[in-house]
DNA sequence: TTATGTGCAAAGGGTTTGCACTCCG
DNA sequence: CGGAGTGCAAACCCTTTGCACATAA
């Protein structure tokens, strides 16, 4: 299973303006966000519009999503499409992708040795990237 | 800062309640089936009490706390203080505790390897347990 | 008594949905 | 033309908050 999935979905104005301002980004952004950038770029989309595309997007794998520790869903176009994750910067939002054979495998075993199968993961870092350290308290 | 916090908060009977209602769960409950779990035992507590417990005691560090996929708070009582993580099937909900030395380290190593101080991290692995693995589609 | 905890209900904030309209194909 | 995609606003859901009342110390 897996791999790409619907790329038959009907190209509009809006989804290419999503498209291109979560291509803009380099951090994670919100489905709110992002329609704020577009309306003040000029982009007319519908709240709505914004995250029914990012969803959309999130299932076909095009973006990756993560969900904020105060519940809200944030997303970024990714660099590659293989399988990998993130350390995000507290401070500035900064994401560095990083891939994790290491986790990927220990999950696997850790799950399959208690009788686990289908095994699926969650794995998120953040801390503070060095320029954040600096400064902060 | 951190270590163990406020342990002087009044005992009172909802409180009570609430642990125990989690102490008897074994699998992760949201602050909603946690209210209705005491409400059908009798217990009558408010939900908004379920709420700022469960908080209090997460952030005392008594019980563990996960956000599902669809952005609910599900909370558990769980066996060890030391730092820990889950794998739950998404079947019955079943939860085993397991310690993660590799990805600890792993997670602390990437990181720093970019730079960022002060890193925290949050691995969730779940697939369906043995159980689950055998009747299900 | 007095501060802390509780209950209720209303307010919040992000996300989803119904329905009529628009635009791609 | 026909259906996928869009906009708007109302609906949803979980969670938080204000305020008066109850209760542990």
């Known amino acids: 299973m897996s791999g790409q999935a619907r790329t038959e979905r009907r190209p509009t104005r809006q989804r290419a303006a999503i498209a291109e301002a979560l291509a803009?980004?380099?951090?994670f952004r919100s489905a709110q966000e992002i329609h704020a950038d577009l309306a003040s770029a000029g982009d007319r989309v519908g709240l709505?519009?914004?995250y029914r595309n990012l969803q959309a997007m999130a299932t076909?794998?095009?973006v990756d999503v993560i969900r904020t520790a105060d519940g809200e869903s944030v997303y970024r176009a990714c660099a590659t499409e293989d399988h990998h994750h993130h350390v995000v910067c507290r401070g500035c939002g900064l994401a560095v992708e990083v891939t994790a054979?290491?986790?990927?495998?220990?999950?696997?075993?850790?799950?399959?040795?208690?009788?686990f199968t289908q095994v699926r993961h969650t794995v998120e870092v953040d801390g503070l990237c060095r320029r954040c350290s600096s400064g902060s308290s």
Do not use: K, L
């Not at 803009?24 to 951090?27: K, R």
């Not at 054979?101 to 009788?115: I, L, M, N, P």
């Open 101 to 115: 054979d290491a986790v990927e495998r220990w999950a696997e075993t850790v799950a399959a040795s208690h009788g």
């Open 60 to 62: 076909d794998g095009e």
């Open 48 to 50: 709505a519009t914004v």
């Open 24 to 27: 803009d980004a380099t951090e």
